[in-house]
C-alpha cells in the first residue's frame, strides 16, 4: 500500500510461492518467502519485500475457491491441468495448456455462465486478457494496461493475440486475433485462469455511464460492497480499486485508491471517490 511494489497474485492450482503480478505482463515466477503456504483459515507468509517489509503496510484481498482440487472435465477441446471450484461463491480457478488451435473450449466449472474472466499466460511473457459479460461481443480488456476496451477477433484494435470469445454455462472459447491467440492458447504454453459469476445479494458485475458530478453516479448493487474495481470502457483509464478495509472513511471524499495496471502504492483523489451504499 506505501510502497512501489504492485499486485500479487497467488492461488492453489499453481502453489504457494507462485507468483504473477497483475500490473506486469511478465512470466510466473518462484518466490519462496513470498506466500509460503495456503491454510484453512488464511496463509502462512515468509520476508518477500513485497509481501512483509519491516513496518510497510499491505492489503490482501482473498477468494475461496473450495476446500479441494476439482476433477476437470475432459469433453471439451482443452482439459485443464487444475482447478478449484467453489458453486457457492461462484468462483472458479483453472490451469491450462494451450494447443494453439483455433476457437477451443476450455470449461470453467460453475455451471453458470462467468460474469468476469481473467487469464495470464504463466510460462511466457503475456498481458492479462479480461472477459466481462457487459461489454460487447468479442470485446474484452487488458488487467495490467488501461486500454479502453479492444476487439479480439481479428485486426480490431490492433490486438494480435486474441482473447476470450463466447462464454456460456460450461466454457469459455478462444478468440485469434489479427495474427494468433498467444494471450489464451499458445502452444505448449501454461495458462491460468480466474472465473466469477454474479450471485444475489454477495457479488455483482456491470457498467453504468457517468455523469460527471460531484455526487457521481448511483449504481445498484443489492448490496454493501466490501471491495470495487472500476475500469473505463469507452477510453484509456487505470483500473481504480477501493475496498472497505483501508482507508475508506463512510462516505464521499478522499478515499484511498490502488490501481490494478500499476505498481504504485495508494493514493488519493478527488476525481477517484466511492461511496459504499446499502444496495
Known amino acids: 500500500r506505501d510502497h512501489t511494489n504492485g499486485q500479487m497474485f497467488t492461488d492453489a492450482v499453481r502453489g504457494a510461492t507462485k507468483v504473477v503480478y497483475g500490473h506486469f505482463d511478465l512470466a510466473e515466477g518462484t518466490e519462496a518467502q513470498s506466500i509460503k503456504s495456503f491454510l484453512s483459515d488464511g496463509y502462512k507468509i515468509g520476508t518477500f519485500a513485497n509481501n512483509n517489509t519491516n513496518t510497510h503496510d499491505y ?22 491441468t487444475g482447478q478449484w471450484v467453489n458453486p457457492t461463491a461462484s468462483f472458479s480457478i483453472t490451469g491450462y495448456t494451450g494447443n494453439g488451435t483455433a476457437s477451443q473450449t476450455i470449461p470453467h466449472g460453475l455451471s453458470v455462465a462467468p460474469d468476469l474472466i481473467i487469464v495470464k499466460g504463466r510460462s511466457f511473457q503475456i498481458n492479462w486478457p479480461v472477459y466481462h459479460s457487459s461489454l460487447a461481443t468479442n470485446k474484452g480488456l487488458f488487467l495490467d494496461l488501461d486500454n479502453k476496451a479492444n476487439t479480439w477477433v481479428g485486426a480490431g484494435d490492433g490486438v494480435t493475440g486474441g482473447g476470450i470469445q463466447t462464454v456460456n454455462n460450461n466454457t469459455w472459447t478462444t478468440a485469434v486475433g489479427s495474427s494468433n491467440d498467444n494471450n489464451v492458447n499458445k502452444s505448449g504454453e501454461t495458462y491460468i485462469s480466474y472465473a466469477w459469476s454474479a450471485i444475489s445479494g454477495y457479488s455483482a458485475f456491470g457498467s453504468y455511464t457517468g455523469n460527471g458530478n460531484n455526487s457521481g453516479t448511483f449504481v445498484y448493487t443489492g448490496f454493501r460492497p466490501k471491495w470495487l474495481m472500476v475500469k473505463r470502457t469507452d477510453d484509456a483509464a487505470s483500473w481504480a480499486i477501493n475496498d472497505s478495509e483501508r482507508d475508506f472513511n ?14 504504485n502504492g495508494e493514493f488519493t483523489s478527488s476525481s477517484l471517490n466511492v461511496d459504499f451504499l446499502s444496495n
Open 59 to 80: 492489503v490482501s484481498w482473498n477468494w475461496d475457491a473450495g476446500t479441494s482440487a476439482a476433477t476437470p472435465s475432459s469433453s471439451y477441446n482443452i482439459t485443464p
Open 250 to 263: 463512510g462516505e464521499f471524499g478522499n478515499d484511498a485508491t490502488l490501481l490494478a495496471d500499476s505498481h
